[in-house]
C-alpha cells in the first residue's frame, strides 16, 4: 500500500513556482490520498476490519502532512501511528507482527515521507521533531535508540566519528564526555532512549495544537493528585474531597457526539517469588502441588482491583469541557517497585451517533501521593521511651514522625550509669528503611476464607552517624542525636530514602537505630542496641520546600528469594474491591493508635 502512494509522487510532479516552502503540487497528491484510502485499505486490510475503515482513513489521511499550508511535522507523524494503534487495536496485527510494524512499516513509511519533505519542499510543522537533529520527524529516534540498546557492536558512541583526529570513536566520546553535553548524553543508548521517550510525552503527546489530529484529546493536571493522613475512616482529612482536574478537546467540530463518560480507575499488582518456608504451614500443607514438589520459593502473583469510579459529561459543542472528578478518600498512593504497583488511570469514552458509531478511549496515567503532616507548620509530638539494663539507664524522645524536606532526624537521650562499672563510648545512629510484602489469599482450594500474611522484610540500613559524648557530662544532660536524610544516591548510600506508603501488598516504613557502646574496662558491657518507629513523609507540593523525592520512583531492591525451582499459588485473589482501612498511623495531629494494618477486613463484595 506504501508503495503505491510513493508511486503516486511521479503522478504529481512539483510545480514551477519561486516558493522556498510549499509547492502547490502536493495538494494534487494530497487529494489523490483522500479520495482513494479507503479503497486501498480494503485491499491491504483483512475484512473483518472493512467497517472500521471510515474511521482509520481520518489518521491515515493526516499522517502525510497537511495540504492547506502544505507542512510536516510530529503531529502527522503520531497520527500515522494512530493509524498503526488503530489496525492493532482491532486485531489486524499479531503479537508476532510487532518488530515488523516498527522495522517493516514504519521505515518504510520513513522513506516516503522523506520523499515527500524534499519533493513538495513541506514546510516543518510547529513542533520541531527532534530539536537539533531533525525538524519533521521525532518517532525514530525513540524507536531507533530502543532498537540500539544492548548492541554487542553499536553502541551510542558510534554516533559521533572525529575525522581531524587519529583516535578512534570511543576514545573521542570518553574523552570529551566530561567536558561536553553532548557526548555525555550519548555515552549510554539506554539514557538517550528513556530522555527522548519523556521528551516525546512532553512536547508532542501534552502539545494540543500537535494532538489536534486526533477527534478528542484527554489533558489531566499535571501535578499530582494528593491526599493527607492515612488511608482510613477515622482520618478526619479524609472528609476533605481530592479533586482530580483535567479537560477534553473535540477536534473534529462535525461529530455529534451522544455519550461522554470519565472513567477513574485504580489497580495494585503483586508479583514475587518468596521461600515456601515463610508461608504459613497451613497453606503450603492444603496445596498438594507444594507438598509434592516441595520447591525453595513460591510464585506470588495477583491483581486487585483498588476502584472504579465513573463520571458522565454533558457535549454542549464547545471546542473543550473542563470537568473536576471528586476522588474516593481511601486511596494508596502510586508507586512501583521491583515485586509490586500502584497504578491509577483515567480514561474518557466517548460515543458518537450514525452508521458507523462506536466508543473511542482516550486514557492518561494519574499520579496518586499520600502526605502524613500536611505543613512545615505542623506541630509533632514525640514519643517517650524508658529502659533499664542492669547498671544503665536510659530515657529517649523520639519524634513521631518527620519530614524529608528537614534534612534529618534529631532525637534527644538521656542516660544514668555508674562509672565505676561502665562508661558510655560512642552513640550509633541510623535510619532502617524496611519493605515488607504481604500476599492474600485463599486458605483452603473449596473454602471463601481469605488471608493475609506478610512476608519477612527487606531491610536496607542508611549510613549512620557516629556520637561522642562530651568527656564531663552527668545523668542530667540530655543529649541531642541527629543524622541525616538520604536524599541524594551517593557511594556510601546508593539509595536515597522513600517516604511511608502502604497498600494492599506493600508497606515502606522505616525505623530508627541507635547502638551505644561501652568504655571498654574490667566489666565487660555488650554494646546496647534500640529501634525506634518513625514515619518519615514529605509535605504537600503546595507547603514544601524545593527538594522532593518522588514515592513512586522505583528504586533498587534485593530479591530474598533463593533456589531455582518455584511454583505458583493457585489460588489468588484478583479481583477484590479493597475497602478503606489499614493505615493507621498517626494522622494529622500525630495522635492517633499505635499502627495495626486491617487489610485482614479484605472484602472481595465491590
Known amino acids: 500500500m506504501l508503495d503505491t502512494i510513493d508511486a503516486w509522487i511521479d503522478d504529481f510532479p512539483p510545480l514551477d513556482n519561486p516558493q522556498r516552502f510549499g509547492n502547490k503540487a502536493f495538494r494534487s497528491w494530497a487529494a489523490k490520498l483522500a479520495e482513494s484510502s479507503s479503497s486501498l485499505m480494503k485491499t491491504a486490510l483483512s475484512d473483518q476490519l472493512h467497517v472500521a475503515i471510515p474511521e482509520l ?57 522523506r520523499r515527500l519533505q524534499i519533493t513538495y519542499s513541506l514546510e516543518p510543522a510547529g513542533s520541531h521533531g527532534v530539536w537539533g537533529l531533525d525538524d519533521f520527524q521525532f518517532l525514530p ?106 479537560n477534553v478537546y473535540f477536534n473534529d467540530a ?17 508479583n514475587i517469588y518468596a521461600a515456601s518456608s515463610t508461608l504459613p504451614s497451613d497453606v503450603v500443607s492444603s496445596q498438594s502441588d507444594l507438598q509434592e514438589s ?16 465513573e463520571k458522565e459529561l454533558i457535549f454542549s459543542h464547545e471546542k473543550v ?30 460515543s458518537s451517533s450514525g452508521p458507523f458509531s462506536k466508543k473511542q478511549k482516550v486514557e492518561t496515567p494519574v499520579t496518586v501521593c499520600r502526605h502524613y503532616l500536611p505543613s512545615p507548620s505542623s506541630l509533632i509530638p514525640s514519643v517517650e521511651y524508658h529502659g533499664v539494663r542492669e547498671w544503665f539507664e536510659w530515657s529517649a524522645e523520639v519524634p513521631k514522625a518527620t519530614a524529608i524536606e528537614a534534612g534529618e532526624i534529631v532525637m534527644a537521650l538521656r542516660w544514668s550509669v555508674e562509672k565505676e562499672l561502665v ?27 481469605a488471608g493475609v500474611h506478610n512476608l519477612p522484610p527487606m531491610v536496607t540500613q542508611f549510613p549512620n552517624t557516629t556520637y561522642h559524648p562530651p568527656t564531663f557530662s552527668n545523668s542530667s544532660e540530655t543529649h541531642f542525636i541527629r543524622t541525616a536524610v538520604p536524599l541524594i544516591a551517593t557511594k556510601r548510600a546508593p539509595n536515597t530514602i522513600r517516604t511511608h506508603h502502604f497498600d494492599p501488598f506493600l508497606e515502606i516504613s522505616h525505623r530508627l ?38 514515592p513512586s520512583s522505583p528504586v533498587q531492591l534485593v530479591s530474598t528469594a533463593s533456589g531455582n525451582t518455584s511454583s505458583s499459588l493457585p489460588q489468588p485473589i484478583s479481583s477484590a474491591i479493597i475497602q478503606p482501612g489499614g493505615d493507621e498511623v498517626p494522622c494529622v495531629d500525630l495522635d492517633l493508635p499505635e499502627y495495626t494494618p486491617r487489610y485482614e477486613d479484605v472484602s472481595t463484595a465491590p
Open 57 to 113: 482513513s481520518e489518521y491515515l489521511n493526516k499522517g502525510f502532512g497537511n495540504e492547506t499550508r502544505i507542512d510536516y511535522g510530529s503531529g502527522h507523524e503520531l497520527s500515522f501511528a494512530a493509524w498503526l494503534a488503530g489496525i492493532a487495536l482491532l486485531g489486524g496485527f499479531t503479537a508476532d507482527d510487532h518488530q515488523a510494524i516498527v522495522l517493516r512499516i514504519f521505515v518504510r513509511y520513513l522513506e516516503l515521507v
Open 141 to 246: 529516534y525513540v524507536w531507533g535508540s530502543a532498537q540500539l540498546i544492548n548492541h554487542p557492536k553499536l553502541t551510542p558512541r558510534s554516533v559521533v566519528e572525529d575525522r581531524s583526529i587519529s583516535t578512534s570513536q570511543r576514545e573521542v566520546v570518553d574523552t570529551f564526555a566530561d567536558d561536553y553535553m553532548y557526548f555525555r548524553c550519548i555515552q549510554y543508548i539506554l539514557q538517550v532512549n528513556t530522555g527522548m521517550s519523556k521528551m516525546y510525552v512532553a512536547e508532542v503527546l501534552k502539545k494540543v495544537p500537535v494532538v489536534q489530529h486526533f477527534r478528542f484529546v484527554l489533558q489531566v493536571d499535571p501535578k499530582p493528585v494528593y491526599y493527607i493522613g492515612p488511608a482510613t475512616r477515622e482520618n478526619p482529612m479524609s472528609q476533605i474531597r481530592t479533586k482530580l482536574l483535567g
Open 254 to 270: 462535525k461529530i455529534k457526539w451522544n455519550r461522554i463518560t470519565l472513567h477513574f480507575t485504580g489497580k495494585a499488582g503483586l
Open 294 to 309: 516441595s520447591p525453595a520459593t513460591t510464585h506470588l502473583e495477583t491483581t486487585v482491583t483498588l476502584c472504579d469510579v
Open 321 to 350: 469541557i473542563d470537568f473536576g472528578f471528586y476522588l474516593p478518600p481511601y486511596l494508596p498512593p502510586s508507586i512501583k517497585t521491583k515485586h509490586a504497583f500502584v497504578e491509577y488511570t483515567l480514561s474518557v469514552v466517548c
Open 423 to 449: 562508661e558510655v563510648d560512642k552513640i550509633e545512629f541510623s535510619i532502617q528503611e524496611l519493605e515488607t510484602y504481604r500476599c492474600m489469599f485463599v486458605y483452603y482450594r473449596f473454602s471463601t476464607k
Open 513 to 550: 537505630k541507635l547502638e551505644i557502646y561501652f568504655v571498654a574496662s574490667a566489666t565487660i558491657a555488650p554494646p546496647l542496641e534500640l529501634v525506634f518507629p518513625i514515619i518519615i513523609t514529605d509535605f504537600p507540593p503546595n507547603t514544601k520546600a524545593d527538594y522532593f523525592v518522588d
